[in-house]
Nanobody, 120 residues
Framework: QVQLVESGGGLVQPGGSLRLSCAASGSIFSINAMGWYRQAPGKQRELVAV???????NYADSVKGRFTISRDIPKNTVYLQMNSLKPEDTAVYYC??????????????WGQGTLVTVSS
């Protein structure tokens, strides 16, 4: 199987920073893109940031200038550096990736989610 394992969530004060990590493991042949989503209480799940196989990035307007997505291809890992955090950033953050397995199965894989709480 293929799994996405997330880490880095927690409690942080407004204005603080966190770095989320998401590592893909298992029978992976290729990952063309990886992204971060979040879902706040009472809100729809939204795309936060995505990085493509070419290295191009895209961000939600609400996080532009504050968040940075990056990747480590050999480690099949994507990161989300979150700076200048605001209370409205509080959400469960999910990692997502389309994966081609070593058996050439196409899968859409989600992480279990990690909670980020921004509060004083």
């Amino acid at each position: 199987q293929v799994q996405l394992v997330e880490s880095g969530g927690g409690l942080v004060q407004p204005g603080g920073s966190l770095r989320l990590s998401c590592a893909a493991s298992g029978s992976i042949f290729s990952i063309n893109a990886m992204g971060w989503y979040r879902q706040a209480p009472g809100k729809q799940r939204e795309l936060v940031a995505v990085i493509t196989s070419s290295g191009s990035t895209n961000y939600a307007d609400s996080v532009k200038g504050r968040f940075t997505i990056s990747r480590d291809i050999p480690k099949n890992t994507v990161y989300l550096q979150m700076n200048s955090l605001k209370p409205e950033d509080t959400a469960v953050y999910y990692c997502n990736a389309p994966v081609v397995t070593t058996r050439y199965l196409d899968l859409e894989v989600w992480g279990q989610g990690t909670l980020v709480t921004v509060s004083s």
